[in-house]
């Protein structure tokens, strides 16, 4: 059986599913920020019990990442992530918000697959290239779009197949995995550029 497209996995997840799709996608960009603050480990926590407390704990993460930098594009697409989460626990906000974080965090692993002095595509070839790997048609992605293309359908996976807890755990290990490469990514950018 043919595995199902990032956007059929989307579409098909419930809750749960969706609010830790969105917060991987945010969690794995996180070191496009100046610093990287543990705001985000409260909501995965809180992610166990689903509705009880999400937009509470959601509040106390805004709060907390108000105070990371914000300079240039990227950072501020981070954060503006974070701030379209929705407060309310109910499948379409969720759903809509989980689209759009997959959406944004391809496109800042595009940006970084491309790397400085390279020539960028029309905005339209990207939109067309990034629209086709969620539809499960990866041709002509970058290493970094393919491998942040994989864990979001590898989470959407876990989270389908495996029961509570133990599943946020999996994706939160997905997720670290993620943030871990774009920090090594990051931090090489920093050396070459001084």
Same mark, same amino acid.
């Given at each position: 059986?043919?595995? !199902?497209?990032?956007?059929? =996995? #989307? ?22 920020l ?5 705001? =985000?480990?409260?909501?995965? *926590?809180?992610? $166990? ?11 106390a ?9 914000a ?5 501020? =697409? $981070? ?14 906000p ?11 965090a ?24 990034? !629209? ?8 002509g992605?970058?290493p970094?779009?393919?491998?942040? =293309?994989?864990?979001?359908?590898q #989470?959407?996976? #876990?989270?389908?197949d ?13 997720? *670290? ?7 090594? $990514? ?7 550029q001084r």
């Amino acid at each position: 059986m043919a595995s !199902k497209s990032l956007r059929e =996995l #989307i579409a098909q997840a419930d809750e749960q599913g969706l609010a830790a799709s969105g917060l991987a996608c945010l969690d794995r960009c996180l070191p496009l920020l100046a610093s990287e603050a543990d705001a =985000l480990r409260p909501l995965w *926590t809180g992610l $166990v019990d689903g509705e009880a407390d999400w937009s509470g704990r959601l509040a106390a993460a805004r709060e907390a990442m108000e105070s990371e930098a914000a300079d240039d594009e990227a950072a501020v =697409l $981070v954060r503006q992530m974070l701030g379209a989460a929705p407060s309310d626990w109910a499948a379409e906000p969720l759903r809509e918000w989980a689209d759009d974080c997959s959406v944004a965090a391809l496109e800042l692993h595009h940006r970084l697959d491309a790397g400085p002095g390279v020539d960028e595509p029309a905005a339209a070839d990207v939109v067309e290239v990034l !629209k086709r790997c969620r539809e499960g048609e990866p041709d002509g992605a970058g290493p970094l779009v393919s491998g942040e =293309l994989r864990r979001q359908v590898q #989470i959407l996976e #876990i989270l389908a197949d495996a029961e509570g807890g133990v599943g946020l755990r999996q994706a939160l290990d997905v997720s *670290t995995e993620g943030q871990r490469v774009l920090r090594a $990514v990051v931090s090489r950018r920093a050396r070459v550029q001084r």
